[in-house]
């Protein structure tokens, strides 16, 4: 297949190096100059040479749409420069965008996701599509389906646990038979508000408040939402504790975790104070967090 190139305009700051290290997906590789990577069951192999995009075994309009390269991120830049950390992080990393996932795939990973570090995250999605996905062969190169939740309902627990799993294998197989019993469509939850599909995560077995978060955010068109994890937890007691009430702070800042309604907290923190790009503000915090600690 021929190289499909896009010529981005300075206009629209656009960074791939960015958008795939900044802990929001897990199925990506970089060999050499090119990134793989699985999406709408096909392998994409892309690269970036200044403001061209240079890609193969998709059309354009899918790279633009899984890239978000239409968001305005320079008006999103002026509504989420709210003090000097924020500008500083955007300053940094300036061209990273959110990715516009696919639900299911986000929902199963962001389960696997928790009290796990980004190579463990790769690794059980990478067995999990490896054992219940299907193969593709691109390049000389193998590469995997992300499992359907047909495919995940119909395995054991124990078959899901020796994916490296452990405790998550059951909430995996509990959510993939309510999406797969249930017919449920997760592509709905777009045209909801943002409390009612956060409410409708919820429901997931696995599914707690930053995870449904995540979600939101990563895959439902939730710009809004403001996932609070201890990066973020950190960054809210090192930079903005004079937004928090000194008692509550002082609170967070001597527990190991946050409860649900600590947690709330922290979140309404985020999206009322950065409003409805709070999402964005919220990766370029946290990418800057975990490269600077």
């Not at 978000?68 to 509504?79: A, N, Y």
């Not at 062969?137 to 389906?145: A, H, I, K, L, W």
Request: net charge positive.
């Amino acid at each position: 297949m021929a190289f499909i190139r896009i010529q981005l305009s300075p206009l629209t700051p656009f960074n791939l190096d960015f958008a795939l290290c900044c802990g929001q997906t897990f199925r990506w590789d970089k060999k050499d100059d090119w990134w793989y990577g699985v999406a709408a069951e096909k392998v994409l192999r892309i690269r970036q040479n200044g403001n061209t995009l240079e890609f193969e075994n998709a059309n354009a309009d899918f790279v633009k749409s899984y890239f978000r390269l239409h968001d305005d991120l320079p008006m999103i830049f002026l509504h989420i420069s709210k003090d000097s950390h924020i500008k500083t992080a955007i300053k940094e990393f300036r061209g990273l965008r959110i990715l516009r996932q696919a639900p299911w795939e986000c929902l199963v990973s962001y389960i696997c996701a928790t009290y796990k570090n980004i190579a463990a995250i790769k690794q059980m999605l990478l067995d999990l599509s490896e054992r219940f996905g299907e193969e593709i062969r691109f390049n000389g190169c193998s590469f995997y389906t992300f499992p359907t939740p047909a495919e995940l309902a119909k395995a054991t627990v124990k078959e899901l646990a020796g994916c490296g799993l452990g405790y998550r294998a059951k909430y995996v197989s509990g959510t993939a038979k309510a999406v797969y019993e249930h017919s449920l469509d997760l592509e709905r939850l777009k045209r909801c508000d943002y409390e009612t599909a956060r409410a409708e995560l919820l429901n997931f077995p696995g599914v707690g408040p930053k995870v449904a978060d995540c979600i939101l955010l990563f895959s439902l068109e939730k710009l809004e939402a403001f996932p609070v994890d201890v990066w973020m937890r950190r960054v809210i007691l090192r930079h903005y504790p004079e937004q928090l009430p000194h008692g509550f702070i002082k609170r967070i800042s001597d527990e190991k975790s946050l409860n649900n309604s600590e947690y709330a907290r922290l979140n309404l923190f985020g999206r009322s104070y950065f409003g409805e790009y709070a999402g964005y503000a919220q990766e370029y915090l946290y990418h800057y967090e975990r490269t600077h600690c």
